[in-house]
């Protein structure tokens, strides 16, 4: 098998997951392939990284074995840019000629992708997978729309609460055990030592705040007859909201500061020295090291309200699916294995850090570097997703959420007011969407 690889793109930021696309494309027409060839040349589109050599290294260890098992067959990979791929994705889709074979996609791109009619319905070969039945339930989720596969799952992301071991010891504090406990700790901290956040949060950090939500028993939408409805103004995940938002204001995060930061600034300021905790992924652990509390910092699972019991996370990460229009479907198919199966994501793992989506290779992974331990914690604990609807790419780009948090903490609006606002237009995007 000859494999080409290029890079269509310079270097860009770190693959982070949940990333949405936010570019329109005209509507895709049926693009369905009428042939299965069985040799010639299956084209990929992979998401390029900061440092992109580790990957290639993977990649292409993935490729040979594929090529021992398919005399015939050879592979062309292209590294391609992440913001810009919805633009390419979308262009594939409306030009079969011009498509890969199979892409590397965000995981919360499913919906849309399968309603634009790119992606093919693979249930049929992932339920007859053996290395499958291992697959995280919620990474499963991940690549299901309407009861049917489109795709396996390549890594999962999740988050956790690093805090700074060095700042807890001095003031004679435990970690949190409690959702009530971590605001409190935090206020704590900032009235002690006030050139700090006790709790780096942000208002556009969407995927921060949606453990507080799920952990009073909130919802962002509930589906029902095959459609989804805004539940983000409903009473339990109000106490969410009210819980996150208390922590914007002067005795923990200033809202003048804090309002505006996302989910990487929060980061930043915890791996900079400002802030004595932060909620951030396992994909953050690299930046954390790099910064000036390497050495004075632990993990521990996000708590939520019993003691014991992590708040749900939003189980983030990339699929790899088949484009429906490929003409080598039975090759794309096994070649998805092969780059999503348990050997590539554990030399992943160790290249990059992702975490597996296959419980047993996470548990070694875990094994092997310490750090990933809360992470799986938190992953066992149970995780949640975001609406399986084409809508929430909208929602999630048109910033509704980081709306309605940033209403409540520069006080323009109340949780209840905020709140129905935000629902009213998931609801339209809902509506739209179809």
């Not at 938002?245 to 804090?258: E, I, Q, V």
């Not at 994909?283 to 019991?309: D, I």
Request: with cysteine; charged share 25%.
């Amino acid at each position: 098998m000859k494999l080409s690889a290029r890079i269509a793109a310079p270097a860009m930021a770190l693959v982070l997951a949940g990333l949405t696309a936010t570019a329109c494309a005209p509507q895709t027409s049926d693009n369905s392939a009428n042939k299965d060839e069985k040799t010639g040349t299956l084209r990929v589109w992979l998401f390029q990284e900061v440092d992109n050599k580790p990957k290639e290294k993977v990649v292409d260890a993935a490729l040979a074995a594929f090529g021992e098992k398919h005399e015939g067959a050879k592979v062309e990979v292209e590294y391609i840019p992440v913001e810009t791929r919805a633009q390419k994705i979308k262009a594939a889709f409306n030009d079969p000629k011009s498509a890969p074979d199979l892409i590397e996609y965000g995981n919360t791109d499913t919906a849309g992708y399968v309603k634009d009619g790119g992606l093919a319905d693979v249930s049929a070969e992932f339920a007859a997978w053996d290395e499958a039945k291992d697959a995280d339930p919620t990474a499963k989720q991940s690549v299901t729309v309407d009861g049917k596969v489109y795709g396996a799952p390549l890594f999962v992301g999740v988050r956790a609460l690093y805090y700074r071991t060095d700042v807890f010891a001095d003031l004679g504090i435990e970690p949190p055990k409690t959702q009530d406990e971590l605001i409190a700790t935090a206020k704590k901290i900032h009235k002690e030592r006030p050139e700090l956040y006790g709790l780096a949060v942000g208002g556009a950090y969407t995927y921060g705040a949606m453990p507080f939500i799920w952990a009073n028993g909130g919802e962002l939408a509930e589906q029902s007859a095959g459609s989804y409805r805004a539940s983000i103004d409903s009473a339990a995940a109000r106490k969410g909201i009210e819980a996150y938002t208390s922590l914007f204001g002067d005795d923990n995060c200033p809202a003048a500061k804090c309002a505006s930061m996302g989910g990487n600034a929060t980061v930043t300021a915890f791996a900079s020295g400002k802030a004595a905790m932060a909620i951030g992924g396992d994909f953050s652990h690299q930046a954390v090291e790099a910064g000036s509390v390497k050495g004075k910092y632990a993990v521990a699972p996000l708590p939520g309200l019993t003691a014991g019991e992590p708040a749900p996370a939003f189980a983030g990460g990339n699929n790899i699916g088949v484009l429906k229009s490929s003409s080598h479907r039975t090759l794309a198919v096994d070649l998805m294995k092969e780059l999503t199966g348990k050997d590539t994501q554990r030399k992943l793992f160790e290249a990059m850090g992702f975490l597996p989506t296959y419980t047993d290779v996470r548990a070694e992974a875990a094994k092997k570097e310490p750090f990933v331990a809360p992470f799986v914690q938190t992953l066992g604990a149970g995780t949640k997703f975001v609406p399986a609807s084409p809508a929430w790419a909208q929602i999630d780009a048109s910033l509704v959420l980081p709306t309605m948090f940033q209403e409540i903490v520069s006080g323009k609006k109340d949780v209840e007011a905020a709140s129905s606002d935000a629902a009213k237009k998931m609801n339209a995007a809902f509506a739209d969407a179809g």
